[in-house]
């Protein structure tokens, strides 16, 4: 990773983790700390904070480094909330069953399985209340209410994951491998991206340049974990290795081989490159994201 992207990475988890252990503080007394310390748990543990990152980036590159700050950290915080309810569900028995995440025992293993279904819930709402209590104009905070439920529910992440269960042991083609992962992984991706650029000030071409940047990301980041499940070890990805593999799902590596979807995952990062030249401004952490996005190791 390249030192300038390091910095700004290391800036933007420290802003939303800040952000995220005040959201998460349990202040009323009301003898519920168990719950709160498994929020506190699945959101705030080893993670790459790659949502709030595009969050800070796409308000930066559009609005210079000064965007609202108090918005951008709400917003970011947000997201990293649907996105930890998101994990902390699907690691339940229920679902993908797994015992392990990010290098530590998942949230029901951790505390219990009734305490993690109730985390993952507190944690989806807790990020609407953020959304709800920012500093942005009304009409704007309408906005990116619409854009974190939308990319979180019956048409975004969640569909990806009903999709994702129905699939195991199932033969997918590649267009419906490509849908579930566009909903279950990209949504929030897409989502993240055009949240920020629209604390940036984005207009109507700025935003759709975004939307193809953040859905080309969404799509690579989930070809180079398909190919990290076949290549790498559990020590490394911090979750079980061949996971995929042993539960018979259908992937990237499955459907085209592994020089098959390192093709694709080149495709993709030059068509996320590409999207960002209407965008004007200094958009460097952007292309840095994407280059990380295809060359990361776990």
Known sequence: ???????????????VEAALTAA???????????????????????????????????AESL?????????????????ECIHAYSLVHDDLPAMDDDDL????????????????????????????????????????????????????????????????????????DLAQLER?????????????????????????????AVSRYAEAIGLAFQVQDDILDVTADTATLGKTQGADAARNKPTYVSLLGLDGARAKLAELHGEALAALAPLGGDTMQLRLLADYIVQRSH
């Open 101 to 172: 995440r990010r290098g530590r025992p998942t949230c029901h293993i951790e505390f219990d399985e009734a305490t993690a279904i109730l985390a993952g819930d507190a944690l989806q709402t807790r990020a609407f209340e953020l959304l709800l209590a920012c500093d942005a104009a009304p009409a704007l905070k309408l906005q990116l209410l619409d854009e974190l439920a939308s990319a979180a529910g019956a048409r975004g992440m969640v569909a990806g994951q009903a999709i994702d269960l129905a699939a195991v042991a199932a033969d997918l």
């Open 180 to 208: 579930m992962h566009r909903l279950k992984t990209g949504a929030l991706i897409r989502a993240s991206a055009r949240i920020g650029a629209l604390l940036g000030g984005a207009d109507d071409t700025q935003l759709a």
């Open 63 to 79: 609005a210079g480094p000064a965007p609202a700050a108090a918005d951008c950290d709400a917003a970011a915080a947000a997201l």
């Open 24 to 58: 998460l503080a349990d202040r009323d007394g009301n003898s519920v700390e168990l719950l709160f310390a498994a929020m506190r748990y699945a959101a705030l543990g080893p993670g790459k904070r790659l949502r709030p990152a595009l969050v800070y980036a796409c």
């Open 1 to 15: 990773m390249v030192p300038e992207l390091r910095a700004f990475l290391q800036r933007a988890a420290t802003r």
